[in-house]
């Protein structure tokens, strides 16, 4: 099955929004065993979304269109897709009752101009929008089933959920194959790295395929097979996970794909225990990954941030001689603010963190990209240091944090 995705708008096609959408649905569509051959930017112009939609048409088993489904002028998908597809718009009365009971629920006047957005193509089939006004829709033109979604992500990601991956995968169904992946979250290794190490696999296993996915400094890897016995299938995915899990250990951080603060968190509680953190150059990054995980509360205690020395010594009871010797940048200095924030927290486990993020600040024995990490236990307390060579910023912040949160997931693994 071939899938072209196409977006549409002049702020996408000029590069002034990030079109975060189509990774998005390339990365679904790719887990359902769908090819998606194109990605298409098209600006707001009527007689050009007609031919790009009649040209799609006559190539792709599906498309999945993104953008220009509001209310104002420049929003011409609906009147595009219905041109391609020989159709007329009408009002579609379910769609515009649902759009005033948008309004009416945040008791918001609803303006003229959103009535646009209930016109759809005659012939085509309402996809419903709980999360705003514009609905979806799905119209067949030429040999291609297309789906018409919203640009705004957070209401594109829900339809294509619900309303469009269902529908995909009942298509699916009339080829008599099964499409099954499984995702290995990994950490520790390039991407380079991982492509070389995973070579072992697809010699092993060559009816599976590998995508490797890099945003930094998370690695994933999906595993993708498809073929007509749903429970050989799952057979093999179970045994290349294991072979993974052999060939790489502890890089592995999750073999469902978890990310690794949510990893961290099912691990603390599977222990029943609890974390406190110090931040000192990661700057609540830490505590802001692991609170983005539904259930956080259960074991997450406390966090601060603190970045002077001031505050390592007055909040976290940091000797201040240790400092003066050692500096804030020591695995001395980190144990310390670990030991500090476990025992001012009251949580089983204090993690700290003390480095240079650059880019300026570093010195010829203490360079930009080091970092200091310090875990405080129930058995004992340790520091440690860690040196990277990123120049950036950010980028120094994100792999320290990540790091930090590596460091507790191997304790809590013992």
């Avoid at 996809?127 to 789906?147: D, H, Q, S, V, W």
Wanted: contains cysteine; hydrophobic residues 40%; aromatic residues 6%.
């Amino acid at each position: 099955m071939i899938a072209e995705i196409l977006s549409t708008g002049e702020e996408i096609r000029r590069g002034t929004i990030i079109d975060s959408n189509t990774a998005h649905i390339a990365e679904k569509l790719e887990t359902l065993g769908v090819h998606v051959a194109r990605h298409i930017s098209v600006g707001d112009d009527v007689e050009e979304l007609v031919s790009i939609f009649n040209e799609t048409g006559n190539r792709a088993d599906i498309a999945i269109v993104t953008g220009g489904l509001g209310p104002t002028q420049d929003d011409l998908t609906a009147e595009a897709a219905a041109k391609a597809a020989d159709d007329e718009l009408v009002l579609d009365t379910p769609s515009l009752e649902a759009i005033k009971r948008f309004f009416e629920e945040r008791r918001r006047p609803m303006a003229p101009s959103n009535k646009k957005q209930a016109m759809l193509p005659s012939r085509s089939e309402c996809l419903y929008n709980p999360m705003g006004t514009a609905p979806g829709f799905r119209l067949k033109i030429g040999r291609c089933e297309f789906f018409f979604l919203p640009g705004v992500p957070a209401e594109m990601r829900n339809m294509l959920d619900e309303a469009v991956l269902p529908r995909i995968i009942r298509l699916r169904k009339d080829e008599n194959l099964f499409f099954l992946n499984k995702t290995l979250t990994l950490f520790g290794l390039t991407e380079s790295e991982t492509g070389e190490r995973l070579s072992e696999l697809e010699e092993k296993y060559p009816d599976i395929q590998v995508g490797i996915r890099f945003r930094f400094p998370i690695i994933r890897a999906t595993l993708y097979v498809k073929g007509p016995d749903e429970s050989v299938l799952k057979e093999m995915l179970a045994s290349a996970s294991d072979f993974v899990l052999n060939l790489l250990g502890k890089r592995v951080i999750s073999v469902e794909g978890h990310s690794m603060e949510a990893e961290v968190g099912r691990l603390l509680q599977q222990k029943q225990a609890t974390i406190g953190v110090a931040e000192s150059c990661t700057g609540g990054l830490i505590s802001h990954w692991l609170t983005n995980v539904p259930g956080s509360s259960n074991y997450f205690i406390f966090s601060g941030i603190t970045y002077s020395n001031h505050a390592k010594i007055d909040v976290l009871g940091v000797d201040s001689g240790i400092i003066e010797q050692y500096g804030a940048v020591h695995e001395e200095t980190a144990k310390l603010m670990a030991e500090g924030v476990r025992r001012i927290s009251g949580a089983s486990y204090g993690l700290s963190t003390s480095g240079i993020a650059g880019p300026d600040g570093g010195t010829s024995d203490k360079p930009v990209g080091t970092i200091c990490i310090g875990l405080a236990t129930p058995d004992g307390s340790s520091g440690k240091r860690y040196q990277f060579h990123y120049p950036e910023r950010i980028r120094n912040k994100k792999i320290f944090a990540m790091t930090a949160l590596n460091v507790l997931r191997r304790e809590l693994l013992k």
